[in-house]
């Protein structure tokens, strides 16, 4: 079956950067039309799509609101996704998801709580 | 941006209930849209996928309608397993976005 297993929490100062992995199993990681986004969740809060990357070519696409401060990468070598969020405030507190697109988000990750704090 | 506006954004029924939510988009995006169903501390879990196509594994007593700008989740009977918070999204074009959610609870 699918999973997306997403890296453990973490805990960052203000200032510093993060990065939250998305490992994936059961299907081809780079197979045609299998995108991986990410979204966020702050506490209380709604979903936020941050972003999408084409794990077959590497290309990617970012909200506006995070462009500039975020990277999406891939290692197609181990299935594996990476959101990384630099310059982190105290409103970048929240649980990062990863899914995989087919129609929809058809499977997600765990969640990763990224706390920002002094 | 195309934004989805929900409503209600809270909605209390009973158990055997048929409700209602209603997602509406900023500009037309066909049937690009889906709804998640998530539950406190969970993922968001898929029911519907291009408007009203249902996710494998999903009961039934979901259905999706709509076109264009405007959508509906609709559940008949509610099970108590059914109150949540939902949302809807679009996938017609970057980037994609969420409507505000719909908590259903129960009365």
């Known amino acids: 079956q699918v999973q997306l297993v997403q890296s453990g929490a973490e805990v960052k100062q203000p200032g510093a950067s993060v990065r939250v992995s998305c490992k994936a199993s059961?299907?081809?990681?780079?197979?045609?039309?299998?995108?991986i986004h990410w979204v966020r969740q702050a506490p209380g809060q709604g979903l936020e799509w941050m972003g999408w990357i084409n794990p077959n070519t590497g290309g990617t696409k970012y909200a506006q609101k995070f462009q500039g401060r975020v990277t999406m990468t891939r290692d197609t070598s181990i299935s594996t996704a990476y959101m990384d969020l630099s310059r982190l405030i105290s409103d970048d507190t929240a649980i990062y998801y990863c899914?995989?697109?087919?129609?929809?988000?058809?499977?997600w990750g765990q969640g990763t709580l990224v706390t920002v704090s002094s | 941006d195309i934004q989805m506006t929900q409503s209600p954004s809270s909605l209390s029924a009973s158990v055997g209930d048929r409700v209602s939510i209603t997602c509406r988009a900023s500009?037309?995006?066909?049937?690009?849209l889906a709804w998640y169903q998530q539950k406190p501390g969970k993922a968001p879990n898929l029911l519907i996928y291009t408007a009203s196509n249902l996710e494998s594994g999903v009961s039934s007593r979901f259905s999706g309608s709509g076109f264009g700008t405007e959508f509906t989740l609709t559940i008949s009977s509610l099970q108590p397993d059914d109150f949540a918070t939902y949302y809807c999204?679009?996938?017609?074009?970057?980037?994609?976005?969420f409507g505000q959610g719909t908590k259903l609870e129960i009365k």
């Open positions: 999204q679009h996938y017609n074009s970057f980037p994609y976005t």
């Open positions: 899914a995989r697109e087919v129609s929809g988000f058809d499977s």
């Open positions: 059961g299907y081809t990681f780079s197979a045609y039309n299998r995108h």
């Open positions: 500009q037309s995006i066909g049937t690009w």
